[in-house]
């Protein structure tokens, strides 16, 4: 059984260990809490099950439970300077036991461990060969996070997001601008700029597994938002405005099909 009230309640506790006046740890604490919430309405608009509906509810609120460690520990959010924060997660809930704090019943460990590791937008693909309601709960995740990770660079601080004062000064690298007009993705480990990190979270609208969180993201027009933070110098400017008319172009042809 899956107490989400109890769940919440532990997960407050366990942010007490940290610095909450740190922005990340803030943020993240923010992030958690409302990727929790659009994963329990994906569930939801998906019909599922009242105990999966629960279940992703419980995965959205522990997906991001290595972050706070990777905070205290580096400072940073980038896992390629400091650690890979899915992994340390899983680390934490089931080597260290954590995981028992949330939820007694051990029927539910392989789908948290699976959703929580192939959220990391590190990784391209979810693996294959899950089960497929480990796919399914891999998937749910994946989409409630790329929901509000786009919804918080409309509205977060700068530097705690991309780690730079000086954004507008920087360059897309030629590469990760060829990946992602070519191949509508970019290669994480090319990434060589603060600016291609946003590269990369421009090129999440490409992998949404379900309408519903692409929806929120196109009728709220966050990517406008966030391209409009910015006063990008000439070069710069021409690619992100290209880089703005795919990412909308291929939300409105995609949910036009949906209405069809």
């Known amino acids: ?110 789908i948290i461990e699976h959703a929580i590791i192939n959220h990391n937008r590190d990784k ?12 399914l709960h891999a998937k749910i995740l994946r989409d409630s996070d790329k929901t509000d990770i786009i919804y918080l660079l409309t509205i977060e601080d700068k530097k705690a997001i991309w780690e730079s004062d000086n954004l507008e000064e920087e360059k897309i690298s030629d590469e990760i601008y060829r990946e992602f007009i070519e191949d509508n993705s970019i290669v994480y480990k090319n990434r060589k700029t603060h600016l291609d990190l946003l590269v990369g979270h421009f090129s999440y609208v490409f992998d949404f597994n379900f309408d519903y969180g692409l929806k929120i993201v196109y009728e709220n027009k966050y990517y406008d938002k966030i391209y409009n933070r910015f006063n990008f110098k ?15 172009n291929y939300m409105k042809q995609r949910l036009e099909k949906v209405n069809d």
């Open 1 to 110: 059984m899956i107490d989400i009230k109890k769940a919440k309640e532990e997960f407050k506790e366990y942010v007490k260990n940290y610095d909450i006046e740190n922005p990340k740890i803030a943020l993240k604490v923010a992030h958690i809490e409302r990727v929790s919430i659009i994963a329990k309405n994906i569930a939801e608009s998906l019909k599922l099950s009242k105990e999966d509906i629960k279940l992703a509810q419980l995965i959205g609120l522990l997906h991001d439970i290595g972050r706070f460690e990777q905070v205290k520990r580096y400072n940073t959010f980038v896992d390629a300077k400091s650690v890979n924060h899915a992994k340390l997660g899983v680390d934490i809930l089931f080597k260290e036991g954590l995981i028992r704090k949330f939820v007694k019943d051990e029927k539910y460990d392989k």
């Open 124 to 135: 391209k693909d979810i693996e294959k060969n899950l089960l497929e309601r480990e796919l």
């Open 234 to 248: 000439e070069e710069t400017e021409e690619r992100f405005s290209n880089i703005r008319k795919i990412v909308n």
